[in-house]
């Protein structure tokens, strides 16, 4: 049921958006020959003539569109006809391009505004995160940091928590012998190497059965992580700048003992190398909590091998009332900003590459994800979702990309400039290579969309 719900959530962000189009070219007194639900692709589930309109409901129902008597090649109207669109004003086409742009986002604006007049409350997008178990081996340092379940974790590295992905994030990066090191470390173990071993030159690889002196203490505590805040939140990927072992480096640091006091060479050993093997060791995490009221440093936590420092989590989102008129519109205002800031730094971020093409999912995982929040979090989550999911259409929509309104304004806005329009087939070729990337582009999402289903990664 929640399923079928968002389904009918996204539909409706679809006709919402058509209507625009059709209401505003209706508005001017401009024809319109179809409204079409879906994409004309497989067989029309429905037609019927209303008004001199034809009403179409196609099969494929990932789109939609409004057909005026220009789209027909076989159309009988006269070339200079006022009732076709290319003879309107510019200023007229402009208004219906960019209309289902504005229903979008007229829509997300009053879903966020009827969700907080009637739930009373909005989120905040932040979560205070608490101790739920300790749930690993005594031998953990966990144990040891002073860590109690129903503490609240404030802060991690120095870095604001407010949310469970953060503390993954974290953990997962702090993974103890991890193969990656960062240089200041690997610059104070090669320091303490050259000062056991004076009489060697760091970058000379010395001759096999040459000892070489090692630290007493190899357990090495790296620096701390630093992330930031975008990647804390989720809204860039966090990509890890500390340098990897290479192989030879690896199999050098299996092959010292943890008593060991020398290590012979085999003819191949630097202390440049012996440097990087040996400080790939431990990364703290610095846990600030807070407990009964007060602020608690906890000892340092060092994950294990997995990135895991054993401890279940529970979460709850700090949400703010909207209890009258001035806090529903003021808090609406500030939810939708944020929310709306969060979707072009996502944007900026895909068109910048800093977001993999295998990160990229569309209907089937929005459908997925939509009916999982209303089911878990209930039909106000749900209707937030759909609101924001209307906003993200109308932003992508209005790229300056051929085949999207945004690219159809483009045109117009050159037309206006030129004094008259691109020739026709050269805007028509223009529009069909970027519609078939755009095809394309939509096969790409929904593999991506069907393999991460398939693979329970959602």
Known sequence: MSLIIMILLLSFLILIHEAGHFLAARALGIKVDKFGFG???????????????????????????????????????????????????????????SAGVISNVITAILLVILTASIWGKLPSGNYQIFVNKIAVAKSASVWDSGMQKNDRIVSINGSKITNTYAISLYSKNSARYD????????????????????????????????????????EVIEQPLKISDEALKGYTIYKNNETHLTKAQLDLKKSIKPDAKYLVSDGTVTLHDLAYALSDGLKPLNITVERNGKLVNLKTIYPDKNGLIGIMMKSKEDLIKTSNPVAIVSQSCKYIWEQTYMLLYGLWQLFTGKIPAKDLHGIVVIAKIGSDVIHNSGLFSGLLLTAMISMDLALVNFLPIPALDGGHFMFLCIEKLRGKPLKPEHMENITTIFFLLLIVFMFLVIFNDVYALVKHQL
Not at 194 to 214: H, R, V
Request: aromatic fraction near 8%; include cysteine; glycine fraction near 8%.
């Open 39 to 97: 994409l004309p692709f497989g067989p029309t589930l429905w037609s019927k003539k209303v008004g001199g309109v034809e009403i179409l409901i196609h099969a494929c129902l990932l789109g939609g569109y409004v057909a005026f008597p220009d789209d027909d090649k076989d159309s009988d109207l006269p070339s200079d006809s006022k009732d076709r669109f290319t003879n309107r004003p510019v200023w007229q086409r402009m208004i219906v391009i």
């Open 179 to 218: 193969g990656k090191v960062d240089k200041r470390t690997v610059d104070k173990t090669l320091k303490e190497l050259e000062k056991l071993n004076s009489n060697l030159d760091p970058f000379q690889t010395f001759s096999a059965g040459i000892s070489i002196k090692l630290p007493a203490n190899k």
